[in-house]
């Protein structure tokens, strides 16, 4: 089993709708949680990072995390065309420890 | 422009050529990476370096060597390419602090023949 889970998707939604991506994780030591965007054919870039448990919001995206239960999600809002991406999800203890990535889900909104 | 800059962009090349591809940043970050990103199988850390000087190997570093003369460049070679690295080769860079929030460069796109 990877340390971090995440569902390739393709997952295809109709535009304004709400999106729900997650992941799994295994290591209780995580204390950071991370989602990344990588359009295609692009370098995967920093969206929002949460510390610990708890919800951060900025602007149509809000990032969730379950600590009791090993579980992150990314939820958003309105979702555009323009949100058609891989969402990375990363995990972290932090410091010098390297982040440990999920494979990816692939998001299509279409119009 | 602050970043990562990373080349050459493609590249197509017969197996068991040598090449390097190159990674420059302007951040002065620490700690510097590269993963190949392979279709189902998702990033995979390849090598890293925590500061200048230093290396180490990450998941797959058979094949590819890196060096880390100074803290702005970070290049990573293959010896003797074959076809199964075949891949798109992303270098990063982060602060090795804190959140240790990686910033990555635009990717290499090499096929090896």
């Known amino acids: 089993q990877k340390e971090v889970e995440q569902d390739p998707g393709p997952l295809s939604v109709p535009e304004g709708a709400i999106v729900s991506l997650n992941c799994t994780y295994s290591n209780s030591a995580f204390q950071y949680f991370m989602w990344y965007r990588q359009y295609s054919r692009k370098g995967p870039e920093l969206l929002m990072y949460t510390y610990s448990s708890g919800n951060k919001e900025d602007g149509r995206f809000t990032a969730q995390v379950d600590k009791s239960s090993k579980y992150i999600s990314l939820f958003i809002r309105d979702s555009q065309p323009s949100d058609s991406a891989t969402y990375l999800c990363a995990m972290s203890k932090g410091g010098s420890y390297i982040p440990t990535f999920g494979r990816g889900t692939s998001l299509i909104v279409h119009p | 422009i602050a970043g990562i800059t990373q080349a050459p962009t493609s590249q197509i090349l017969a197996a068991g050529r040598r090449m390097t591809l190159r990674c420059t940043q302007d951040m002065r970050h620490n700690a510097m990476y590269w993963y190949r990103q392979d279709l189902g199988l998702g990033l995979r850390l390849i090598h890293y370096?925590?500061?200048?000087?230093?290396?180490g190997k990450g998941e797959v570093p058979d094949g590819y060597s890196v060096s880390r003369a100074n803290t702005d460049d970070f290049p990573l070679t293959l010896a003797s390419a074959v076809p199964s690295q075949t891949s798109v080769y992303f270098c990063?860079?982060?602060?090795?602090?804190?959140?240790?929030?990686?910033?990555f460069g635009a990717g290499s796109r090499l096929t090896v023949l």
């Open positions: 990063a860079s982060s602060t090795d602090s804190g959140a240790n929030v990686l910033t």
């Open positions: 370096s925590n500061t200048a000087g230093t290396t």
